[in-house]
């Protein structure tokens, strides 16, 4: 019998009658924002559940950022490490030390362009393609860009065939992108996400952890 088994068995016994307990694995960390979104690590790999490295509608930034975040807690058991991660992320979207790649979102259309009653950034970044000749319908998957201006979120998202990397907004990506990806991760260890964001605030973040 392995040792798992073993393990297994020797919790049951403990058990009120007819309850028993199923192997599922053996993690050596984890970390729980909540009930449904967690990562854990076994055998030196990450298992991620309802977090952002699983959805497409991410700017790869906010993935790679969370990625180094969720090593640096679970593999190295760093959470300084994992604090610099973000101020250094943040400092270079700021700073425009960025590749237009990483800022590019990506969403499908779930129908044609024109059959949308509501506005979302994708659809209109779609209906600006179809204005420069490029064919777009349904299925369609729409890469674009949020770039400076001071209309609405959705009027500024630009396909990323006519985005430059000079007039991405930086704000958007730090507040509306990697924010609310590690922000979740930094508050379930006891950190705001205003502590992160604001410089005069960022030293206690060393102190803290």
């Known amino acids: 019998m392995e040792q798992k088994d073993l393990f297994l068995e020797a919790i049951n016994k403990k058990l009120p009658a007819g309850m028993e307990l199923e192997y599922e694995g053996f993690y050596q960390r984890g970390f729980f924002v909540t009930k449904k979104r967690y990562a854990l690590i076994e055998d030196d790999a990450i298992i991620v559940k309802g977090l952002e490295l699983v959805r497409r509608d991410w700017a790869p930034i906010t993935k790679k950022t969370q990625q180094k975040v969720l090593t640096a807690i679970l593999k190295e058991a760093s959470p300084q490490k994992a604090a610099k991660i973000i101020k250094d992320v943040i400092d270079n979207i700021r700073k425009g030390n960025v590749m237009l790649e990483d800022l590019v979102i990506h969403t499908q259309l779930t129908k044609n362009p024109r059959e949308y009653s509501q506005m979302a950034p994708h659809v209109l970044a779609a209906k600006k393609a179809i204005e420069k000749g490029r ?53 379930a260890l006891g950190y705001s996400e205003q502590e992160i964001l604001h410089k005069e605030k960022q030293s206690s973040l060393d102190a803290f952890f």
Do not use: C
Not at 142 to 169: F, L, M, Q
């Open 135 to 187: 064919k777009v319908g349904r299925g369609s998957i729409i890469r674009y860009v949020v770039v400076k201006g001071r209309e609405p979120i959705s009027k500024r998202a630009i396909p990323i065939e006519d985005a430059d990397i000079s007039n991405y907004d930086p704000n958007y990506y730090i507040e509306n992108q990697v924010l609310p990806a590690v922000g979740r991760i930094i508050e």
